[in-house]
């Protein structure tokens, strides 16, 4: 799905639908009322978002387990496996399992530390807890109650922010902006802040700025002419990366998030990038949900999250697992 265009503005398509944000919002405050979550033995650090769609979280959860495996901690990750068909709890294997069974995003997470998929988050966790590891980080799961986090880390697109600030199904938002920082105890803000994210957290949590790198090898692309296609979370996102990294984006074909691409689409895609002069690029992510030819016919562009100040960010993860 593709988030609509009015979800950026308080409009009037927005007004009219705020009676059904009001049910939503009064259904997952009972839905939490009513749970009672289960604490892992190990800390767990769920680190998820208020919004609808991709704000960074993978990229966050990756620096994050980075932080963890630096205090010489043992860590695995904990995913619902969004966009898969196994239901879990399974350990990922990125040799053996395709973005079909088990999403794109266990894939990238599985290179960097054991990764578990479960859509019943407890018995994913006690399966982690099984793999040994020493700390679980979760991607995703902040409107999840059934699991008690150690820690939360509340995730936001500094470009997007909050949209409108509405409650589904009149916004972006998955709960009213404040219960989610009630249950959150800091927030990454990825990008600049174009949205003024830190005004309308006003205080309340600590804020650790974070913006997205290329990884080494990215330098091929600098004046490259690329078409760059994505179906993540803000496609255009993307392509202001590749800009920054200065190629030249002569097109951006974007796609919902988890789209699926036949291997007949990737090929027009191939073909259009032929006849403008370019090279079809694409994010690890995406690249992660194509089959093997179609990966071979386009370029890939790597990044990683990286801390505008890591000391803060390395305190509080010591805290969360101490």
Request: hydrophobic letters at 50%; a neutral charge; charged letters at 20%.
């Amino acid at each position: 799905m593709r988030a609509p265009d009015f979800w950026a503005v308080d409009g009037t398509q927005a007004r009219l639908l705020s009676p059904l944000s009001t049910a939503w919002t009064a259904a997952g405050r009972a839905r939490r009322w009513a749970a009672t979550p289960f604490r892992p033995a190990v800390p767990l650090i769920c680190v998820g978002n208020a919004v609808a769609g991709g704000a960074g979280k993978t990229p966050v959860a990756l620096a994050l387990a980075g932080e963890i495996k630096a205090l010489g901690l043992r860590v695995g990750f904990l995913s619902r496996g969004h966009g898969g068909y196994e239901r879990g709890p399974l350990l990922v294997d990125p040799a053996v399992h395709d973005a079909a069974a088990v999403g794109d995003e266990p894939l990238l997470l599985a290179r960097s530390a054991p990764t578990v998929i479960a859509r019943d988050r407890p018995v994913g966790a006690r399966f982690l807890e099984r793999q040994g590891v020493d700390v679980i980080v979760m991607d995703d799961g902040l409107q999840n109650p059934a699991l008690a986090p150690s820690a939360a880390l509340l995730v936001v697109d500094g470009g997007f922010g909050f949209g409108n600030g509405r409650v589904m199904p009149a916004g972006p938002l998955r709960e009213p902006l404040a219960d989610a920082l009630a249950r959150v105890d800091a927030v990454a803000l990825v990008g600049d802040d174009r949205a003024g994210v830190a005004a309308a957290i006003g205080g309340t949590r600590p804020v650790f700025r974070a913006h997205l790198e290329p990884l080494p090898g990215t330098e091929k692309f600098a004046g490259m002419r690329v078409l760059a296609f994505a179906g993540i979370g803000r496609p255009a996102k993307f392509a202001e990366t590749l800009a920054e990294a200065g190629a030249r984006v002569v097109e951006l074909e974007a796609f919902p998030d988890h789209f699926v691409w036949r291997e007949d689409e990737v090929m027009e895609m191939v073909e259009r990038a032929q006849s403008l002069g370019a090279v079809p690029v694409t994010t690890e992510k995406d690249a992660a949900r194509l089959s093997p030819a179609a990966r071979a016919m386009v370029e890939v562009f790597p990044v990683a999250l990286v801390w505008r100040d890591p000391a803060p960010v390395a305190r509080w993860v010591r805290g969360a697992v101490g």
